[in-house]
């Protein structure tokens, strides 16, 4: 059987603040606008990762969803979310169960992010 390849992912999330959610993405992350579909907003993550934003009535942010930015750079993101303006959730720290170090904000949304750099020589960084 041959197997269909996926040539890149989006991950759609509601806001009532398209605007002010996407000035968080594109000034605090530095993510680029890719598609401005009016009422849905895509943000390129990274090559073949998306993130959209597409305006609704109703949103469920809550803690049962985590958008993680894998970087090495963990504490001057943290640093240039502070002057920012971002509340940081948890300071950037080290996590030896899942071998990571990272740290917690919220967009304007409510949506749970994190920053945080894999130190297990498993995790393949994309590759593969």
Same mark, same amino acid.
């Given at each position: 059987?041959? %197997?269909?390849?996926?040539?890149? %992912? ?21 993510? @680029?606008?890719?598609? &401005?579909?009016?009422?849905? @907003? ?15 009535? @109703? ?13 090495? &750079?963990? &504490? ?15 300071? *950037? ?14 967009? *304007?949304?409510?949506? @749970? ?6 130190? &297990? *020589? ?7």
């Amino acid at each position: 059987m041959m %197997q269909t390849k996926i040539d890149s %992912q989006i991950v759609f999330l509601g806001t009532r603040k398209l605007g002010e959610t996407g000035e968080f993405y594109e000034r605090n992350l530095g993510l @680029r606008l890719a598609v &401005d579909q009016g009422m849905c @907003r895509i943000y390129e993550v990274t090559r073949g990762a998306f993130l959209g934003f597409c305006a609704r009535d @109703r949103v469920s942010a809550g803690n049962d969803v985590i958008i993680s930015f894998v970087t090495d &750079d963990v &504490d001057g993101l943290c640093e240039r979310l502070k002057l920012s303006g971002v509340k940081i959730e948890q300071e *950037p720290a080290y996590h030896s169960e899942f071998k990571i170090y990272h740290c917690f904000f919220r967009d *304007p949304n409510g949506y @749970r992010l994190e920053a945080q750099r894999f130190d &297990d *020589p498993v995790w393949m960084h994309g590759k593969g």
